[in-house]
């Protein structure tokens, strides 16, 4: 049970050691001398907003302040190995108003063990679950640099519903994990509002994940980001290219910019070339471009549903559209790919003007505007195509032939 008047003294006792006044410990704070004064009389306690920034100042843990006394000195505990167990459960607090969900299959919220979700699918015959985890990459570490907290939530779960969508899967729902040196609650309050909010957007739940906090494994300020998903489909109707075949359209959908893949290669070149950051391609800066969040497909793809002519999907992230449609194309056939129809963004062009970087570099690091493909019966392709246009561009930039390469390109991409 708390002690009002031994946690004012602690407090009084720790100011004046430091040889602050009310009013200086207050402007360190951005509080008034007064709220510093009803602390230090028992009037009133620190709010849970303003006590880890207390303990920083006074150079004690958030725990030892509520306790009113400094642990001893010689005794290990889990603050001074750096982790404050007050201050991490006030964070699980922020972070269950972004757990909650109207989705009535989401059967408990933040607390328990682990998640629990209704699979009860009346209308599937043989439901089947898609599963996958993911990661931003090395996008992330820009991102925490440059201000992006938010927006790399974004990336994390777009990429992952895409990554399950091209099967036929709806998404159900995410478990998010934030490894971290040390926790910043405004930090990692951002974090899950972003992956929630991520969630929302493609139609799933955020329903749990965990938030590990390792100060000698994981440097103070770094952020390790992963999540997975859960996703449905019926059994009869997967799409993993079985039923692909001689004369299907393979149609390219826009990309817009990076997405989550190729950021070694662009840190290098910004490494090399500073300047660059701030250059402006189609009016945004070079760090505007590359942080765009990765786009989403699952509404574009969710109302193609069903549909017979849609033979394979793939979503090109590291390996460019070789190395991903190769993926879906079965064998004795072969995606012949015209890289002149490839509609290439400006910031591509870019990097690659700027880096010195080879077409083949390029195609294999980089979606180079084509974030995902269809592969289509020639009779769907006009729908189909019309469909996707409500969402992002869509054009055909290949056909499947009997062959033995998977993916053979043919021409050249327009980098002018």
Known sequence: MLDSRKVGSFIMDKRKALGLTQQQLADKLNVSFQAISKWENGIAYPNIEILRDLAIVLNVSADEILAGSERDTEG????KAGIDI????????????YLETSDKRVLNGLGPFASLYDIH????????????????GSKQKLAMEYGYTESICHDMVNHLVNDIVVMGARPLAVLDTIVCGNAEKDTIKTLVKGVSEACRLNE????????????????????VLTSSIAGIVEKSKVIDGSAIEEGDAVLAVASNGLHTNGYSLVRLLM???????LDKIDGL???????????PYYKAIRGLSGREGIHGMAHITGGGIEGNLCRVIPDGLSARIDLSKIKTLNIFKYIKNSGNISDEEMLRTFNCGVGFNLVVSRRDTAAVMKHIHQFYACYEIGTIERGEKKVVFEKCMNWL
Do not use: N, W
């Open 76 to 79: 290990l505990s889990y603050s």
């Open 86 to 97: 007050t201050y991490t459960d006030t964070i699980k607090k922020e972070m269950s108003r």
């Open 121 to 136: 699918f009346p209308e599937m015959k043989h439901p089947v679950l898609v599963l996958k985890s993911e990661e931003p």
């Open 204 to 223: 799933c739940a955020l329903v749990g994940g965990e938030t590990s906090i390792q100060p000698l494994v994981v440097e103070p300020g770094v952020y």
């Open 271 to 277: 490494d090399k070339m500073p300047q660059i950051k």
């Open 285 to 295: 800066t070079f760090i505007e471009q590359i942080m765009k969040p990765h786009t």
